[in-house]
């Protein structure tokens, strides 16, 4: 019997984490933005969400690191 797993290059795979990170930190600046001129001041929440972009940045650019790793491991039949 055929197994059938799909498969993504290593290429298409960056591209795809790199468009939705571009995605969520548009959107997190544009929150920030719009937070900032409707209340003209930042408060603890905000100081949250800006650690939480952080965190997601600091993920996929550690994602990034290992991805080559991550393509070589796949690749290798057990």
């Known amino acids: 019997m055929e197994t059938s797993q799909v498969r993504i290059s290593e290429i298409g795979f960056k591209v795809g984490i790199g468009l939705l990170l571009g995605i969520a930190v548009a959107l997190a600046i544009g929150r920030t933005y719009i937070r900032i ?18 965190t997601l940045i600091a993920g996929t650019t550690t994602l990034y690191i290992d991805i080559p790793y991550l393509f070589v491991q796949q690749n290798v039949d057990p």
């Open 37 to 54: 001129i409707q209340t003209h001041k930042i408060t603890v929440d905000d100081g949250f969400f800006f650690f939480a972009v952080v």
